[in-house]
Structures are given as C-alpha cells and as structure tokens.
C-alpha cells in the first residue's frame, strides 16, 4: 500500500513537471525582451501596429507576446498539485535552491508604484485627448472658411480641403512626439519598479525546477508558480503601458496615410 502511495504520488508530480515541459515555459525576462521600447515618435508608433484601411491592429509580434503570456500564466494556474508526502532527507542541493523560493518581499511598494504610473499614464492621456479636441475644433473652423470653387456646387477645392487636412495631422504628430517624451519616465518608473518582482519570479522558477527532491517541489510548487505568474502579468503591464500609449500617437500616421488615399486624385478649382 505505502509502495502504491509514493508511486502515485511521483507520477502525480511527473505528470506536473511535464506540462511544464512540454508548453516550454519561457522565462518572464525573455518576454521582457521582446517587449518593443516605448516608442519616441508617431511613426515609430505606427511601426507598432497593423494599419488595416484605418483600422489599427497590434502587429504581429505584439500579438505573440500578448498571447504567449495569456498562455504562460494560464498553464500556471492550471498545473495540478501533487498529493503531499515525503521523499526522505533533503539534500545539501535542494536545501540551497529552497532558500531561494520565497515570496517576493516588497509587493506593497511595487503596487504603490504601479498605481502611481497608472495616475500618472491617465492624466497624460486626458491632457492629450483635451489637445486634440481643441485641435479638432480649429481644424473644423478652418475647413468651413475655405472659399468655395465658383462651380455649380460651390464647394472648396479638393486640393484645398487636403491641405487643410494635413496641416492639421501634422500638427498631430508633433503634438504625439511632445506627448511620447513625457511618457518615457513614466514608463521607467513603472519599470524599475517591477524589474525586481520579474528577477525574482524567474530565479524562483528556475530554483523549484532544479529541486529533485518531490516531496520539497509538491511543497514549494504554489510559491513558485505564483511567484513566475507575477513576474509574467508584470511583463503584461508594460506591454499594455506601452500599447495605450502608442496607439494614440500612431493615429494620425493612419489618418495621413487615409488622407493620401482619399485625396490621391485631387483637383484644384
């Protein structure tokens, strides 16, 4: 009976470790890495997306980084806890890789931290969006003074209504570029702050994986998983920072490519 426990409970823990394997669980700094930089202007933006006739979508490898960690995280919270038990001594090995799985230490500050970026992100975006508005408005008023054609429908040239059009995306993208530098130490706060959180998931990781010992991986394994599904929703913040932000100033480098299109034949008076 004791034989058929620890078999069980082995297969249990085996049965564990192999999905881990077989979904070839990257380290959150490795997503970290693919992570594009905080763009500096609104074509760099743009880079960021898939323009679909104005219709702005992650591209690709945002898409993949994105997806790549939903899935992480959810094989994470799926991985079945073996049974407890015993599996005799621990050795000097395991004792050591032990002291390493821990929880991280200082949570409260980096939630303190991540809030205030948040505070910080949304008051820049609502700065942003009060510009545009009052963008907007003047663009309307110019569009309306221009001096209609003297033709039977008595409206502005084509030529003339694009130039309007794309002075104003212009000023557009300049105002992206003034709102993207103010964003880069935002985003450096929020990324020091959850730098360390991503180290320690990664080093816990790796030291549960290390463990021989199954009684001690049963134990530890909840610490562990825990510890990495942090480090890889922090990875998921930055993204997510990053992406707010960059879509806003990719929008006029989409509305200027729409302008070219639309306007591509156009004819004076």
Known sequence: MKTTRVLVFTAALGSAAAVFAAQK?????????RVP????TAEAAYAQWTDTGGTLKPAPELEKIREGIKSQVLVLSRVSQPPPGGSGPLS?????????????PDTARVLQT?????TAQAGLIQKWNSELHT?????????????????????????????VELAYVQEKIS???????????VFQQMLAAVSPRIEHGDTVMEAWNGLRNPGAQAQFAAVARSAETDALLDVGLLQEFIQGVSKLAARPIADRNALGRVYAHAKGC
């Open 25 to 33: 669980l990257l380290p959150a700094e490795n997503w970290l890495a």
């Open 37 to 40: 930089p905080p763009p500096a």
């Open 135 to 163: 963008l907007e408005q003047r663009r309307l008023r110019d569009r309306g003074a221009l001096p209609a054609c003297h033709n039977v429908a008595g409206a502005p040239s084509q030529l003339a209504i694009r130039d």
């Open 175 to 185: 105002i992206a570029a003034q709102y993207l530098e103010q964003f880069k130490p």
């Open 92 to 104: 000097r090995h395991d004792q050591v890789l032990i002291g390493r799985i821990t929880a991280f």
């Open 114 to 118: 991540i809030q205030a970026a948040r």
